[in-house]
C-alpha cells in the first residue's frame, strides 16, 4: 500500500506514462558478463512487481561474439516500456563499482543489481525497496541482519539509493553516515 505501487497500480490503470511518476522512478545498475546473464537478467526484471524505469548496463567484459545475443536480450525490457543503456565501458568490481553506470541513469533512484543473488531475489525486491524508501524517507536503504531500522552506516553495498549519491562528486559509500544521510536498513 506504500505510494510507489499505488502510484504504479493507478498510471497503469489509467494508461498514462510511468514518467508521470518520475520522482519515484528507479533504474536498476548491473554490469553484464555474459549472454546469459543478459537474459536471466531481463527474466527477474520483467517478473518483478515494481518494474524499474529503466536498466543502465555495462557490457564491456561480454565476449564479442555474444554482443548480439546480450542485446537481444536486453532488447525485450524496451518492449514493456524499460528504458535500457548500454555501454561498453569495462567495471572494475569494488566499492563504486556502481559509480561510472549511474551518470548514465535518468531516474531519480538507483537499484544496485547484485547477480550473485538475483537468483534468489522476489518479485517484490524492488517493491519492498521502494516501500522502504518510501516510508523511511531515507536517502539508501540496505540489507541487514537485524529489524527495519535507520543506522550509521550500511555493512554493505547499498541497495537503492538516491542518484546524486553515486555522482562523481559524491561522497565515499563508507562515509555516508558521517556526512549525515539517512541510512536505512531492512532485513534480509
Known amino acids: ?9 493507478i498510471a497503469r490503470a489509467a494508461g ?16 553484464v558478463t555474459s549472454a546469459e546473464h543478459a537474459r536471466k537478467l531481463a527474466a527477474a526484471l520483467l517478473a518483478q512487481r515494481l518494474r524499474p524505469a529503466e ?42 563499482w556502481a559509480r561510472p553506470l549511474a551518470r548514465l541513469a535518468s531516474a531519480p533512484w538507483l537499484a544496485l543489481w547484485d547477480p550473485v543473488s538475483a537468483a534468489v531475489l522476489a518479485d517484490s525486491y ?3 525497496l521502494a516501500c522502504a524508501r518510501e516510508c523511511s524517507q531515507a536517502d539508501a536503504i540496505g540489507f541487514a541482519t537485524g529489524e527495519y531500522e535507520f ?7 547499498p541497495c537503492l539509493v538516491r542518484h546524486d549519491l553515486l555522482a562523481p562528486e559524491g561522497p565515499p559509500l563508507d562515509d555516508w553516515g558521517s556526512h549525515g544521510l539517512r541510512l536505512f536498513t531492512i532485513p534480509r
Not at 1 to 9: M, R, S, V
Not at 91 to 96: A, K, L
Open 16 to 31: 498514462v506514462p510511468a514518467g508521470l511518476v518520475g520522482g519515484r522512478q528507479i533504474a536498476v545498475l548491473d554490469v
Open 55 to 96: 536498466l543502465v548496463a555495462a557490457i564491456g567484459t561480454v565476449h564479442a561474439s555474444e554482443t548480439v545475443s546480450v542485446r537481444d536480450a536486453l532488447g525485450t525490457l524496451t518492449d514493456h516500456g524499460i528504458r535500457v543503456v548500454t555501454t561498453d565501458e569495462a567495471i572494475t568490481v569494488g566499492p563504486d
Open 1 to 9: 500500500h506504500a505510494t510507489p505501487a499505488q502510484l504504479t497500480t
Open 151 to 157: 543506522a550509521p552506516w550500511l555493512d554493505k553495498a
Open 126 to 128: 524492488l517493491l519492498d
